[in-house]
């Protein structure tokens, strides 16, 4: 997995080209659109120019849908209890993943507190995983809870989990609304997965730690117990 370049000043043309290339590969996927193009300069890229905003009950959502296919096809890279983890089929830079419930749920405050938990833990698993994988140098996590807050697919949550890196934003959004990709996102899931496992080990030697440190530093405030 390698992080963004800055492509070069036929980046329209061959962003329609590998979309047009692409249209064989249509499959209903997790992610939502926007406004820009991808510049895939790897040769192929599961691409979807259905849209996906018309989701009106699990029949119709690809966040339900998805962990029904395998993960090959399904772009799944981790599958937890009560959640998993899938890459954005729009995303924003290389590695940008959601995390999302199986349950079709519309709101944060619509999950278990088992589903909550485990959504945080996979979101700072697949920190973990794009570090390792990629070297990110920052993220920006988020969700976006109903349409008016900006939801593609407001009737299934999701949390973004984006990696960045310096300079990632280069000239092409501004100038040409295009995103420059260096991997398909099959390539990019099979990476991701292949460091899942390690990323879940580093995860749970940060929580025991955190946990102590945690100990070491009582709320401010607190009593003695009774």
């Not at 992610?31 to 895939?40: H, I, K, L, M, S």
């Not at 119709?60 to 954005?88: K, M, W």
């Not at 698993?125 to 900006?150: C, E, F, H, I, K």
Request: net charge negative; charged share 20%; glycine share 8%.
């Amino acid at each position: 997995m390698t992080s963004p370049g800055t492509g070069g000043s036929d980046a329209r043309a061959q962003a329609r080209a590998s979309a047009d290339a692409a249209a064989t590969d249509v499959f209903e996927l997790p992610g939502a659109p926007d406004a820009f193009e991808r510049f895939w300069n790897a040769h192929r890229m599961a691409y979807v120019s259905k849209g996906t905003g018309q989701v009106k009950d699990e029949h119709t959502c690809p966040f339900c849908a998805a962990p029904q296919r395998d993960d090959e096809d399904s772009l799944i890279v981790h599958r937890g209890r009560t959640a998993y983890v899938v890459l954005n089929l729009y995303p924003y830079n290389p590695g940008h993943l959601l995390v999302c419930p199986y349950r079709h749920v519309p709101l944060y405050t619509d999950t278990t507190t088992e589903e909550a938990a485990e959504m945080a833990e996979l979101t700072q698993t697949a920190m973990l995983a794009l570090g390792q994988a990629a070297g990110a140098s920052g993220y920006n996590l988020g969700m976006n809870q109903g349409a008016v807050a900006g939801a593609g697919i407001a009737a299934h949550l999701h949390q973004h989990v984006v990696p960045r890196w310096t300079g990632d934003g280069n000239f092409l959004p501004i100038i040409a609304r295009t995103k420059n990709m260096s991997q398909t996102l099959g390539e990019t899931r099979q990476i991701l997965a292949d460091v899942w496992d390690r990323a879940a080990r580093d995860h749970a030697a940060r929580q025991a730690a955190n946990a102590r440190a945690a100990a070491e530093h009582p709320r401010p405030g607190a009593g003695d117990p009774a």
